[in-house]
């Protein structure tokens, strides 16, 4: 199947400081990309979908200016939380999709 | 309620048991997915449905679409088949996924 890797695997930052997380799909070309975090045991959220060379289209409640999405190429997006808070510590995943979606193995963002 | 409801919760097993995890919805869909996520929580895409059934290995997957159901079933269960099972559903018309809470499974040696 298609392969969706993302760096870092995990991070730990202090507060204030700003945290890129790259999602790249390895052989395919995703027009279409999705961001979503994760709380310890509960289900996957949907932040935002990403589309080639436009605007992400954010879920309700999710600060656009706090996580910044680029998508700039058919297999590369890029989600960056800015002034990082430690109520943004979670699980951040990636998917892509060309027919199916498939899904990165998450990033672990921990804010101290 | 949410519009996808996963049963059981919590699941433990004994290896080579078979295994039934099930998945109703209640939204119009397109497409349902079953999804593994181990716990260093990488997730990955163990099938996707429109109809009928689908068979991967040891891993078999069914959908009632007039019934809004799915069931994903383990033969032969082992250990290494630990994890949390998520069913998604993709809407009518849309790319987005519902999630499912998940059912924790545990197969014990």
């Known amino acids: 199947g298609a392969v969706v890797s993302q760096h870092p695997s995990w991070v730990i930052c202090k507060s204030g400081t700003s945290v890129k997380i790259e999602c790249r799909s390895l052989?395919?070309?995703?027009?279409?990309m999705f961001w979503y975090r994760q709380f310890p045991k509960q289900s996957l959220m949907l932040m935002a979908t990403?589309?080639?060379?436009?605007?992400?289209?954010?879920e309700q409640g999710v600060e656009k200016d706090k996580f910044l999405i680029n998508h700039a190429s058919l297999t590369l997006s890029t989600l960056t939380v800015t002034s990082a808070h430690p109520e943004d510590s979670s699980f951040y995943i990636c998917?892509?999709?060309?027919?199916?979606?498939?899904f990165g193995p998450g990033t672990r963002l921990t804010v101290l | 309620k949410n519009e996808v409801e996963q049963s059981p919760q919590n699941l433990t097993a004994q290896e080579g048991e078979f295994i039934t995890i099930n998945c109703s919805y209640s939204v119009g869909i397109s497409a349902l997915h079953w999804l593994q996520q181990h716990p260093g929580g990488g997730i990955v895409s163990l099938f996707m449905?429109?109809?009928g059934k689908k068979k991967h290995g040891r891993l078999i997957a069914t959908i009632n679409i007039q019934e809004k159901h799915s069931s994903l079933h383990i033969t032969a269960s082992h250990p290494r088949d630990s994890a949390v099972y998520i069913c998604a559903v993709q809407g009518d018309f849309t790319d987005k996924l519902i999630f499912g809470t998940g059912t924790r499974l545990q197969v014990f040696p």
């Open positions: 052989d395919f070309q995703a027009t279409t």
């Open positions: 990403s589309n080639e060379g436009s605007k992400a289209t954010y």
């Open positions: 998917s892509a999709r060309v027919v199916e979606q498939f």
């Open positions: 449905l429109s109809s």
